[in-house]
Each structure stands twice: as structure tokens, then as C-alpha cells.
């Protein structure tokens, strides 16, 4: 069996690679994705060994890489489009939202649109305003797309090859600070045999309080049960995965036994994926809670110039703060 | 062209009667509708707006089809693939950039497809008006861009819409051929139309055309066109009406006489009350097609909404056996 130790990065630019290689019709795309291999080099390699016509460096237009993939797809293709940094993703919204998301809907189901979109999303990499947004509730809350997030390297080779192989769209979101973190990848396991894309997965089986959190905050979260089980409390962290559709069944089951959740995202509270999830929570598990569903969540601030962002940043402190107030009932 | 402002004449009409939620019409504009589809061949592939049903008619897609999003049935009644044609374009620009990637990824696979994508004047003003023609034209992608300029984006007049010369000069910037042409004449739309689609059929790139015509009746039937533009420049352009037009030139050609004109005019009317007939069929749309197609693969959340709705539509027709 081959496993390598691999970067988040590195096993995303395999997991491209094997897609690429496993099918004609995967096109890559974007600014820069090219001879550069992109600014974060997510796709190093790729042009000069799949030629320009697979992975194709494109005008600077967010909204004409995603519009021009929607025609690509019609007939066929499988693009995968990038979109080099999160805060550059508006331009695209309305492809997105109301064609990439509707196209299939419109047409009566005649017409896929089997698009990746990968975002390199989440801040802690000190960068300047529009590199360090969490978008992921804009294109959650849109019927007719799907969103994913990959948190280590083993999801991130894996979870990539999947979203290619849907027939729906999907937003894959890469958690940027996380790219240069490593881990073992099996990379051997046939696809088919994977955890599927839209499962959450335990990552931390503990029996106190149930942490949910999805990409960058995952380590974050798994940094704070580690903290948490020397004062002898065990959190059992939940990495979603996909954020759309949620898969929750892991999520009810834990809080059924702990009875205490904490959500953690990056993105700012207010109308966010925790929202959705304190209330399904809820819903489902109503008899079987000991406190309210608590948020550790960005502030309700546009993204904060990179001097102050470790304020910003859910951090450990706040995650281990959360826990302890949900004893607090 | 008879048979098109026919059909268009029997829309308006059914809007009237309630039977489609609204109708944009595009009569005057004949000659572009129905020239601009003669242009291509049927496995080329067309990117219409809302004001195109005309065009897709004359492309040969079932009147019932074309009418289907505008009677509130489905968001589009053809299939796509099987008549090369995308569902009709509401926000404006947003196929611009559609055509431009289908059409690079035809090339790509060594087919001479051409794809038109046809835009209007206030269209030109939006980005991805912009953005396709210029991805379409540093891909060499064989895109024909038809932009019918009817003078007004439903209230708004073309000097409202750019400060450019003509709307064929944007494409100039971009590298483009582009020309213009009068778009009430049905003979020049076809030569023009018929040049730029061998342009990008050859490999040679896309084309812009800017075909100078008139939306003779408001935007859609909820519109008042009174408040916007005067009975005199109506009137001009009523003088210049393509149909007519046409029907002078070939009479006096000697191709066409009283007796062919009036076969032509009862064929529009056969067809026209065909059409009248299956539109007063009353459609039956299943209500839960609502959850139909919004995924290839749906998601268990819409499962879990479906049944919630397949459960009340179950109880409301059990009340209704009681009662």
C-alpha cells in the first residue's frame, strides 16, 4: 500500500493529478493555474504535463471562468475551476448562484453541470483584506450547489477526486493556513471504497461535549480536545465535511450521549452555518440537552487587517471558554 | 417571418387570456429572430434570451416548448441537447459567457460547431457581455455575437447604455470583427449572419454583429411603452416593418404573388390555431416536481421536504374525499 506523507497542498495537487489522468474530460481553470501552478501551487505540474488545453490559464474574470466552465459543462466537461482567493469570488456570485446552481433545475434535468469550484478560504495567513473570507454560508444557503471542505491531507486527496466525480456542482473549500500541514495519504485506496463526500466524520471520540467545526477550525478544535482531556474532560470533535448537504446523523448521535455542543467556524456568526446547526440540533436532540448550543464563531467585523487577526480567529482559549460555559446550566 | 409574427400575435393573445403569465414580444424584429437561425445549422448551438421564442420557433422547436417558461409550467419546455439550444436567458449577458465556453470546448474536441448567442442592446452594458466576448476572443472560440439593438432596454434608450459610436465598435477593443447591419432587413441580417458564422466556423475566432432594429410593442404585455417613447418614432419605424418589406422586394422580384401570399397567410393561421388549441389544454403539473431536478443526486434534506409535502397534499386530498 502506498502511503506518503503529503501537505494538505500537495495531496490536493495529486488528488487533481489522478483526476486528470482517470478522465478526458477534466479540465482545470483559472488565473494563474497554469505555467505558475497557481499562488498557493495547488496545481504545480499539471500544465506541462496535461498540456494547455487541460488545465487553462484564463483572462483575469472570476465571472468569465465560471460562466465560460457552465459551457464547458453543457457538453460535457468535468472543470474544475479555481478561484484564486475568496474575497475574489463575488464577481462570479451571480454564474454561481443563479446559473452553475439552477442549470440542471432549469432543464428539467437535461443538463448537468458536473463543476468543481475550489476557494482557498479562512484567514491566519496574514494577508492583506479580500484573501482571508469564509464564504461558505453564501453558497450553502443556495439550493442546486453543494459545499465541502477538506481539514487534512488524506480528505483533501480523496474529497477533491470525489467532488470531480459528482454530477452536481460543488464548492470545495480549501483551508489555506492548513495547506502546508501534513499527514499520511493512502494512495492506493480506489475511490469507490472512500468515506463518502457528504458524511461528517468523528475525528475525536470523547464523551463530554461534542465539538462540530470543518476545515481550518478542525485542527483548532482537535488542539483544544487535547487541552480539554488533560483537565479531564473528553470532547468528541466532529469534522462535517460537507456543509451542504449537512450530514448531522454522527452529530445527533454524540450529543445524545454528551448532551453539549459547541460549534466552531471562522465565518462570522451572525446568520452562519452555526445558526443552522444550533437549530437542527435542537430540533433533533431537544430532550437530550443540558445547555443551549453554543458558537465560537468570527466577530460580525468585515475580515480585520492581518496585525489584528489573531483576535478575530477562533482560537483554542475560545473553544476551551465555550466548553466550560456549556457546564454552566 | 409571416409565420413567426403570427405566432407572436397568438402569444400576446394568450397573455391576454391569462394563459401565459407574460409575454415580451418581438415583433419588428423578424428579421433578426428568423435570419440569425437561418444562419447556423441545427447542430450548432443557440444561446436565446426571453424576447427569442420567435427564434426558437423558427429553429423548429415545438410553440408549446418555447411557451412553457412564460406559462409558468417548468423554467424551459425543450430539451437542450436535443435541439442545441440553451434555456431562454432572463438575467441578461450571463450567456455570453456560456457560449463562449461550449463553443471552445466544441473546438477542442475537433467539431465545427458554431454557437450564437444572441444579446440585446442594455445587454451590452453588462459584464458579462465583457467578460465573453473577451475570453471568447483570446480562446479563438467560434462564437457568433448577435446583439439586436432595438433602441431600449425595456424603458432606458441606447444613449443610456454606452457612449460608444455603435455597439458593433465594442468589439473592436476586444480584437473582434464586427459590422453592422440593417436588422429590419431579413436579406442583409442573412448575409451578414451567414459571413460571421463561416468567420468562426473557419477557426478564425468570434463576431460581433449589431443589427440596427425596432421592439415595435412594449417590453412585455405589463409594460406602457407610452411613458417612454413617442407615437412618431413608432410610426417611423412602422414604415420600415421587415415583413412588409420583404414582401415588396419578392414581389417585386416576381417571386411572389397573391395567390403564394395567401397560402403563406393560411398556413400561419393553421398554425397559429394549432398552437391556440393545445394552449387551452389545461397543463397538469405535478406538485412535487418542485423537488424534482435540483440535483442530479438530491440531497436527504429535499428527500425529508418532499415527503413533507407528498403527506400534505395526501391529507388535503383525503379531506377533500370526507367532504
Redesign the interface.
Known sequence: MATETLTLGKALNTGLRRALENDSKVVIMGEDVGKLGGVFRITDGLQKDFGD?RVID??L?E??I??????????G?R?VCEIQFDGFVY?AY??IV??VA???????????I?MVIRIPFGGGIGAVEHHSESPEAYFAHT??L?VVTCANPQDAYVMIQQAIA???PIVFLEPKRRYWEKGQVDLDAPLSDAYPL?SARVVRPGTDVTVLAYGPMVRTCLEAATAAAEDGRELEVIDLRSL????LSAAYESVKRTGRVVVVHEAPSNIGLGAELAARITEECFYSLESPVLRVTGFDTPYPAARVEEEYLPDLDRVLDAVDRTFGW | MVLGRRFDTQATALTKQGRLAVYPSSRGQEACQVGAVLAVRDTDWVFPTYRESMALVARGIDPVDVLTLLRGDWHCGYDPTAVHTAPQCTPLATQCVHAAGLAHGEAYQGRDTVALAFIGDGATSEGDFHEGINFAAVFKAPVVYFVQNNRYAISVPLSRQTAAPSLAYKGVGYGVPSEQVDGNDPVAVLAVLTRAVEHARAGKGPFLVEAHTYRMEPHTNADDASRYRDGAEVDAWRDRDPVARLETYLRARGVLDDAAIAEIADQAEAYAADLRTRMHEQPVVDPLSLFDHVYAEPTPQLIEQREQVRAELAAAHDEEGDA
Do not use: F, W
Open positions: 488545453q484564463t483572462p474574470a465571472s468569465g465560471i460562466g465560460t466552465a457552465v459551457g464547458l459543462a453543457i457538453r466537461y472543470p464577481p451571480d454564474q443563479s446559473q439552477k442549470m440542471h433545475y432549469r432543464s428539467g434535468g437535461r443538463l448537468n458536473p439550493a442546486g453543494k459528482s454530477d452536481d457528504h451542504s448537504p449537512l450530514d
